[in-house]
């Protein structure tokens, strides 16, 4: 399993980012994927979650209408869409399959500030 994520970085209050986690290793389009979140100190937490064929998903109420999870199969790609960012978003962010404790993206730092 190799999870390999791209997007994050530094944003205002407000603002918008999409992280990109692209799979490999195992059949994509057969696994529910997740996205967690830590922050200093802490233990990673559930930001959102999205069944193999996207007719489950789920996120957090932290996030409840601000994030959504999407995914693309064909690209063996899982998107965590972030709006209305706000400065208590800020944490590590990490990809990873359902079920699966053991194998994570490498982690994007998203920052949001003033």
């Known amino acids: 399993v190799q999870l390999v994520q791209s997007g994050g970085g530094e944003v205002q209050p407000g603002g918008s980012l999409r992280l990109s986690c692209k799979a490999s290793g195992f059949t994509f389009s057969s696994k529910g994927m997740k996205w967690y979140r830590q922050f200093p100190g802490k233990e990673r937490e559930f930001v959102a979650t999205i069944s193999a064929h996207e007719d489950f998903v789920r996120v957090a109420d932290s996030v409840k209408g601000r994030f959504s999870i999407s995914r693309d199969n064909l690209q063996s790609t899982v998107y965590l869409q972030m709006n209305s960012l706000k400065p208590e978003d800020t944490a590590t962010y990490y990809c990873?399959?359902?079920?699966?404790?053991?194998?994570w993206g490498q982690g994007t730092q998203v920052t949001v500030s003033s």
């Open positions: 990873g399959v359902w079920g699966d404790d053991e194998n």
